[in-house]
Structure formats: structure tokens, C-alpha cells
């Protein structure tokens, strides 16, 4: 019993560890990590197509706050699919904007198409040429839940390597 006990507990530390050292390899600037309303979404846009550019990954802006109940639950989805976190953050340099009754971020986000809820999200080349704007109610399936599948898809058809075809989809809209 003490045996299949230390088993048990050496097998679950092990993939404690596995996890948290994926984690720790992605350094994130903290415009990816949090909305923050004192932030300028100029400044933050500038350094994130820097990134993205020297990277050679698209950049994945993420319309929303701290006050949104859907970006806590995108949030919790990410942190909970680490194989999708990793996904979002080694194909892409995520934007996070601000919005809120304090600092709506109006400047910034007139030159954005319009938004219709939130999260909202765009992609756009390491250069700044928008590729797309998307309503995260897409990710969702049928029980209202974060789809793993929706995600990973989505991530896999706007990356970098396919600049060239979604350009030229978007052209012919």
C-alpha cells in the first residue's frame, strides 16, 4: 500500500513539474499576461509587432477586462489546456487592450473594427496589417464551454505559415 501510495504522489509531482517547466519557458511580456487600464495600448501595439516581428509570429489582440466575465473564463480555459496556452503563445505575441468605463481605450480602438462583445479578438500580421476580426463566442460548443478543438484550430489556421492564403482571403471579401 505505501509503495502504490509513493508511486501515486512521485507520479503526480513528476507531472506537476512537467507543467509548471512548460510554463516557466514562455516568458511573456506583461501585456500578455493581464488588462491593465493605466497600460498605452499605442505603446504596448509598437512593442508587440516588434516581438512578433523578430519572432516571425502574427500577434493576437484580445479585446476585453477585468470586469468581463468571459475573458476570466477564456483565461481559466487557457490556464487549465496548457496545450492550448502553449499554442497561443509560441504561434502568436498576445495584445491584451483595456477597455472599461474608467479607460476605454477610444483612441486606440477607433482604429479597430468595430467591436460587438467581449473578448473580442483580431490577428494581425508581425508587420501590423489586420487579418482578421473574430467574436470569441465561435470557440464555444454547444454546452457553452471553451472548445479545445475550436481553439487549436483556429490557432493552427492563423499562424505565421499561413499568412500568404488568409491575406489573399481576406482581400477577395
Not at 493605466?38 to 493576437?60: E, G, M, Y
Not at 477585468?66 to 487549465?80: G, I, R, S, T
Not at 504561434?91 to 467591436?115: E, G, H, R
Not at 457553452?144 to 483556429?154: D, M, P, Q, V, Y
Amino acid at each position: 500500500m505505501k509503495k502504490s501510495y509513493i508511486l501515486t504522489l512521485a507520479l503526480v509531482f513528476t507531472s506537476l513539474l512537467a507543467m509548471s517547466s512548460k510554463a516557466e519557458t514562455l516568458t511573456l511580456p506583461l501585456y500578455s499576461k493581464i488588462y491593465d487600464e493605466a497600460r498605452d495600448p499605442f505603446v504596448d501595439a509598437r512593442d508587440a509587432i516588434k516581438l512578433a516581428s523578430s519572432t516571425n509570429r502574427n500577434i493576437l489582440i484580445e479585446i476585453g477586462g477585468n470586469w468581463c466575465v468571459w475573458c476570466q473564463k477564456m483565461d481559466v480555459f487557457l490556464e487549465k489546456n496548457p496545450d492550448v496556452y502553449h499554442a497561443l503563445h509560441s504561434k502568436y505575441v498576445l495584445l491584451k487592450i483595456n477597455v472599461s468605463d474608467t479607460n476605454d481605450n477610444a483612441d486606440f480602438m477607433k482604429s479597430l473594427p468595430p467591436v460587438l462583445g467581449y473578448p473580442h479578438m483580431y490577428v494581425s500580421t508581425g508587420k501590423g496589417k489586420m487579418l482578421l476580426s473574430k467574436d470569441t463566442g465561435e470557440f464555444l460548443d454547444k454546452d457553452g464551454e471553451h472548445s479545445r478543438k475550436a481553439w487549436l484550430s483556429f490557432l493552427d489556421k492563423w499562424q505565421v505559415s499561413n499568412n500568404t492564403a488568409n491575406i489573399k482571403q481576406v482581400s477577395a471579401e
